[in-house]
């Protein structure tokens, strides 16, 4: 018995339930039992500028980021006992193709900023564990290595180049077909840059150089900086080919700032619609009319999310506008569900409202900064065990009965 299997064996409490249905946890679950504990430990374990990148939001009091996490809170769920054979499947089908469980490793920039090589240690999670991984193209790894590290799992996001006719995105959504990228999502909600002040007190500037200030910060990291030796410094490798190969990494962040700009409108979502085949999804809705108009045109997914808080600080929590996007998209689309989310009965709440799956972000970053390449894969073990157990404890066998439960949201808003 492993020293961590001994602790489990003299702490697990046994007084709150009959014989256990599942192993008793150990090892990392039994150190890092919430994702507030892998965020305390990420905030020790990596330079601060990095930790504030993830832990940031928009706005001098960042409350849109406590809100999604409050109005989660909030939403009460009434459990139904007595099912027969109970199993709790907790697979899910997204556009055809079935993943292990309805929850997607949200599409992030610059992983590698977080933890070097961050990128694949997520792409090589999600395959093993056969969830979505949303490659953004702001990340430092290409749509190519990560289809051949994740053949099963890989989406590709974009944001807006709209220069020649948007010919840098329409010249990416090329290369996910080519490669067999499993779905296309659009993001909408950065119509422009937003102010996160930790950014700004860091000087937060990619790709960063290890001056004065940041030496201070990289200087107690040793692991950090041995992976960084390792992988390199991270850029937009999706960029890489459209700004010059030979470029450095410093002109390829000019070129991106210079190409980017504006949220899709609707007529370039028709656009893309027309360009690829496959499940066309967009991103950041918080507007039922947005959905509906979303799904006029044929997308066949709408994530209602706000950017985790990121980019609006006076925007709704996202939560509280899921039922009213979900009644106006009906069965029509698939409505995603992201911002916010920090343990299985979350994802449970998101279900009960009417998401059929839903993303996280920060919870894979802070499992990567904590824990280095093996936290995406211990992310993705927590959510499994927590929305099983979520789905015991409410007496629901498999995702699509999540549904029917009875919810109390009290905040829900009304358009
Ligand atoms: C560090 C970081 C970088 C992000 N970069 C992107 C991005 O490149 N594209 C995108 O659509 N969303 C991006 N997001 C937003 C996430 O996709 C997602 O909407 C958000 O993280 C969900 O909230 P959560 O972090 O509370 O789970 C980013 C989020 C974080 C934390």
């Known amino acids: 018995m492993s020293g961590d299997d001994k602790e489990a064996e003299s702490e697990t409490n046994e007084t709150d339930g009959p014989a256990p249905i599942k192993p008793r946890p150990s090892g990392l679950a039994l150190r890092y039992p919430t994702i507030e504990d892998l965020r305390k430990r990420a905030r020790r374990r990596v330079p601060r500028f990095t930790f504030d990148y993830v832990d940031g939001a928009a706005g001098a009091g960042e409350t849109c980021k406590t809100r999604n996490a409050a109005a989660l809170d909030a939403v009460e769920l009434v459990p139904r006992y007595g099912v ?228 609006l600080e006076s925007a709704p929590a996202s939560i509280d506008v899921l039922p009213a996007v979900a009644a106006a998209v009906g069965d029509r689309a698939t409505v995603l569900f992201d911002s916010g989310i920090r343990s299985g009965e979350d994802v449970v709440r998101a279900l009960a409202l009417g998401a059929k799956s839903t993303l996280s972000g920060r919870a894979f970053m802070y499992g990567l900064a904590a824990l280095g390449p093996r936290g995406p894969s211990h992310v993705a073990n927590f959510f499994f065990d927590e929305i099983a157990e979520a789905m015991r404890q409410v007496g629901t066998r498999h995702c699509g009965e999540i549904r029917d439960l009875v919810v109390r949201h009290s905040s829900a808003l009304a358009f």
Request: proline share 6%; net charge positive.
């Open 84 to 311: 027969e054979n109970f199993t709790a499947d907790t697979e899910v089908e997204l556009f055809g193709r079935r993943y292990a469980a309805p929850v997607a490793i949200a599409p992030m920039g610059l992983p590698g900023l977080v933890w070097p090589g961050g990128e694949e240690a997520l792409a090589r999670a999600a395959q093993a564990a056969r969830i979505p991984f949303i490659l953004s193209s702001a990340a430092g790894a290409t749509i190519e290595r990560v289809a051949e590290l994740a053949p099963d799992c890989t989406w590709f996001q974009l944001y807006r180049m709209p220069r020649n006719e948007l010919a840098i995105n329409f010249d990416l959504v090329r290369r996910a077909e080519a490669v067999g990228v499993q779905a296309l999502m659009l993001t909408l909600d950065v119509p422009a840059r937003t102010k996160r002040p930790r950014e700004l007190r860091n000087r937060l500037i990619i790709p960063y150089t290890v001056g004065l200030r940041t030496f201070a910060h990289v200087l107690p990291h040793p692991a950090w900086l041995l992976a960084l030796q390792r992988h390199g410094q991270t850029a937009f490798a999706n960029y890489q080919a459209y700004a010059g190969e030979k470029v450095s990494n410093r002109e390829v962040v000019k070129f991106v700032r210079e190409q980017s700009g504006g949220s899709f409108t609707w007529n370039e979502v028709a656009r893309f619609r027309d360009a690829w085949k496959g499940p066309l999804v967009v991103k950041g809705i918080l507007h039922p009319h947005d959905a509906e108009r979303a799904v006029e045109l044929g997308v066949d997914g709408v994530v209602v999310s706000n950017h985790g808080g990121r980019q």
